[in-house]
């Protein structure tokens, strides 16, 4: 692999890992309840099934890259659809604008470094 391929092939998948532990960073605030034992782990486990979703993604598109720009562009759409239905329930807030940004935005990019990838791997 040229310098170009690998720079092509790790990007992605490091990004993935980081977004995903900034994901799992937000189930931290259930232990600030007082749910109990198994109230926490199931907590725990709501919390975190976006990024166990994202991981299996992760897993599998190591090796199948369109699954990884597929996956995460439409985690990207789907937070921001998250988004827009929360506003159209409470209201809409200045701050849903920077939570797109960070969240979905991360999602897109990833999602389109994957489908380049993947784009390099079916030009050769």
Same mark, same amino acid.
């Given at each position: $692999?040229? &310098?170009?391929? &690998?720079?092509? #092939?790790?990007?992605?998948? !490091?990004? +993935?890992?980081?977004?995903?532990? #900034?994901?799992?960073? #937000?189930?931290?605030?259930?232990? @600030?309840?007082?749910?109990?034992? *198994?109230?926490?782990?199931? /907590?725990?486990?709501?919390?975190?099934?976006? %990024?166990?979703?994202?991981?299996? =993604?992760?897993?599998?598109?190591? &090796?199948? @890259?369109? =699954?990884? /720009? !597929? %996956?995460?562009?439409?985690?990207?759409?789907?937070?921001?659809? $998250?988004?827009?239905?929360?506003?159209?329930?409470?209201?809409?807030?200045?701050?849903?604008?920077? *939570? %797109?940004?960070?969240?979905?935005?991360? +999602?897109?990019?990833?999602? =389109?470094?994957?489908?380049?990838? *993947? &784009?390099? !791997?079916?030009?050769?």
């Amino acid at each position: $692999m040229e &310098k170009v391929n &690998k720079f092509i #092939f790790w990007t992605p998948r !490091i990004l +993935a890992i980081l977004f995903i532990l #900034f994901l799992a960073m #937000f189930s931290l605030d259930v232990f @600030e309840e007082s749910y109990g034992f *198994w109230g926490t782990i199931l /907590g725990l486990f709501m919390h975190n099934l976006p %990024a166990l979703i994202l991981l299996i =993604v992760v897993i599998i598109s190591w &090796k199948h @890259e369109i =699954v990884g /720009g !597929i %996956a995460f562009s439409l985690a990207g759409i789907l937070y921001i659809a $998250m988004l827009l239905i929360t506003s159209l329930k409470i209201g809409f807030e200045w701050y849903y604008l920077l *939570w %797109a940004v960070q969240i979905s935005g991360i +999602a897109f990019v990833i999602g =389109v470094l994957f489908l380049i990838g *993947w &784009k390099k !791997i079916i030009a050769r």
